[in-house]
């Protein structure tokens, strides 16, 4: 009795110590849906920002460390040939007909893809140039839309206007003379070379940062996710608290429209009210809203903080039927929640019917960060911040802690 | 006689508890906060982070900084002053710029610079408030805000 009763235990230990290890075999540690496994495709290339997957599944990823170009040659989802090429140090990269579509804090660039290479050995050509450098939002994120044309996300240089940045109590500049240059979508043709900031026109305004920027081809449409303002407690102590800084200020996804105006610096959406308020670098109280209808509202207003940097629409075959024309969105995860639990560092889905969210966003890809010591983002083992989706549907995630890149696949039960 | 047993163990069992919990928990006393934490609670922590590693490309690293651990006064000036490089450093490649501290006191700024000094693994000197006074001396006139 005793010993059946001891190897039952063991057994069932065993069998527990067995299951731990499939799972984190399946998944590389990540949480995921039923059904979904995770396969690490590469890291070593330093600290990865976006991607994108060629139809021969080849992968094209843009980091600080430079552009590489990944190959799994025996269809395991593993990279076997890593080609770093290039001079380009930034953030997007896209694949738009027979170019390799990149760029850095100044400027968007593009390289010939010639058939049977992977590394592109053509001459880097010169889209739009000159941006101003700046040190703060600077990546130029984009999205073309079918016909090349190109939507430039170009961020501003402030946390919220203020006649200095990031000063306790001081006031926002009325009107905001940064958004004549920054805070808003540049749109540009995207098959002329040699463009600067002066051929492009301004196309959507009063957005602080859209690194998450994407062209929906099913709506025909441009959305974006943006970086909602920083630090309400700390510049205005008598208004907001820590905990009010740490839950409010929705980072909000839009559908960009010509002429649209998201509200930055003069408002942000309170998470916490339900709607808009009036920043209080503007007169703000904390609920004072601004005059109706002047700025969009938010399709879905994700919590604060979660840094969203890369929105992709699935268009794959191989997920379930619910993600369809829905969005992924990468959150790189919080700093600006301290002293509160850092948060975000996950990838959300949110489900999407005729390009308008159908249901509440669900985590799709979560447990990046790992125990992330002291509440300290650089603590993180990883952080999301690129999506792509290989011709086979599988979804690709870069992260920016040490550029590791996963394949999450869907199989069929 | 079992009894006395048993409520000895439980005893036993209890005081063992109390022990993981307090040194799996955080339970045992901590010490009381001091001014300077308290001040870099306030002003610096959502910036540069609980255990002043701060944020790449965003905010310096404050832990094993050597300018933070050098001159008092000049570290003092730096951070009445705000920007994005003191007078002693100029290769600073973060995003994000520092506010200006002049409203705290000489004795507060004292107090949290002499926290950053000698926390995180630092090990400079402390800040006298007389140093901070005399590093205000050579701060210019206030800005419009």
């Known amino acids: 009795m ?50 994108d997957v060629a139809a021969n599944g080849d992968i094209y990823l843009g980091g600080g460390n430079g552009l590489s170009a990944l190959r799994d040659t025996n269809g395991d989802g593993k990279a076997d040939v890593v080609k770093p090429f290039g001079d380009v140090k930034g953030t997007e990269v896209r694949i738009f007909k027979d170019w390799l579509y990149v760029s850095d804090d100044v400027g968007v660039y593009r390289y010939p893809l010639k058939k049977g290479e992977l590394a592109p050995t053509g001459a880097r050509e010169t889209v739009v140039s000159e941006f101003p450098k700046e040190r703060q939002h600077a990546d130029k994120t984009f999205a073309l839309d079918d016909k090349g044309t190109l939507f430039i996300n170009v961020g501003a240089p402030s946390n919220s206007c203020q006649e200095r940045d990031r000063q306790e109590g001081s006031l926002g500049r009325n009107p905001c003379p940064i958004l004549e240059k920054y805070g808003g979508v540049w749109v540009f043709d995207g098959t002329k070379l040699n463009q600067t900031p002066a051929n492009g026109r301004r196309f959507a305004t009063g957005m602080r940062n859209a690194v998450a920027i994407e062209w929906n081809p099913a709506q025909k449409a441009l959305y974006a996710v943006i ?50 308020v009036i920043a209080p670098e503007y007169g703000g109280d904390a609920k004072k809203e601004p005059e109706a209808g002047k700025y969009a509202n938010p399709l879905v207003a994700f919590p604060a903080h979660w840094a969203p940097n890369d929105l992709l629409f699935y268009s794959g075959k191989s997920f379930p039927a619910k993600y369809q024309n829905g969005a992924f969105i990468a959150f790189h995860g919080s700093w600006n929640r301290a002293p509160e639990p850092q948060a975000g560092y996950k990838v959300v889905f949110q489900p999407m019917k005729d390009g308008k969210p159908s249901g509440a966003y669900e985590v799709f890809a979560d447990g990046f960060a790992g125990d992330m010591k002291d509440n300290s983002p650089d603590n993180a083992r990883y952080r999301p911040v690129g999506l792509a989706v290989g011709p086979d549907g599988s979804l690709y995630v870069a992260d920016s802690q040490k550029g590791r890149v996963w394949r999450i696949a869907y199989a069929k039960k | 006689m079992i009894a006395r047993d048993l409520r000895r163990a439980a005893v036993l069992i209890g005081a063992c508890l109390a022990a993981a919990c307090a040194a799996v928990g955080g339970e045992t006393p901590q010490p009381p906060a001091t001014a300077g934490q308290l001040l870099y609670g306030k002003h610096c922590l959502s910036c540069h982070q609980a255990d002043g590693r701060g944020v790449r490309n965003m905010q310096p690293a404050i832990a094993g900084g050597t300018w933070v651990q050098g001159d008092a006064r000049a570290l003092a000036l730096f951070v009445m002053s705000g920007g994005f490089d003191s007078a002693s450093r100029k290769d600073s490649a973060e995003g994000n710029v520092m506010p200006a501290f002049r409203q705290l006191s000489d004795a507060d700024l004292a107090e949290l610079l002499t926290y950053v000094r000698q926390r995180f693994g630092n090990g400079a000197s402390a800040v006298s408030a007389a140093e901070v006074a005399e590093a205000r001396t050579n701060l210019g006139p206030a800005p419009i805000s």
């Open chain 1, 2 to 51: 005793r010993i059946s009763f001891i190897a039952r235990v063991v057994s069932a230990a065993v069998v527990a110590v067995a299951g731990a290890a499939a799972v984190a075999a399946d998944t590389d540690g990540l949480t995921l849906p039923a059904g979904f496994s995770a396969v690490v495709v590469e890291e070593g290339q330093g600290p990865a920002r976006h991607l």
């Open chain 1, 227 to 276: 970086h909602g303002r920083d630090s309400i407690d700390t510049l205005f102590p008598a208004l907001y608290n820590a905990e009010d800084n740490a839950t409010r200020q929705g980072e909000e996804f839009h559908q960009i429209v010509d002429g649209g105006n998201y509200g930055w610096p003069y408002t942000f959406f309170d998470t916490k009210l339900g709607h808009r």
